[in-house]
């Protein structure tokens, strides 16, 4: 159970993002259709500031 991650997925700016939450921070990978796939890390504070700012919906939550 100590290496399960929870991960979900959300839309930012109409494309699809993978989010991924780890004990410290959430990244962030952006999921286009070109391969380019650009992350960005944020501690939980920060996370949660963005989320709020930017009125996220997050879908298909899982456990790995």
């Given at each position: ?15 699809h993002h993978l989010v991924v939450f780890y004990p410290t921070y959430v990244r962030i990978t952006e999921c286009d ?32």
């Amino acid at each position: 159970m100590d290496n399960e991650k929870l991960f979900t997925y959300c839309m930012i700016d109409d494309t699809h993002h993978l989010v991924v939450f780890y004990p410290t921070y959430v990244r962030i990978t952006e999921c286009d259709d070109e391969g380019v796939n650009n992350s960005k890390d944020y501690t939980l504070n920060e996370f949660v500031d963005f989320v709020n700012e930017n009125n996220i919906d997050f879908y298909d939550w899982e456990v790995e």
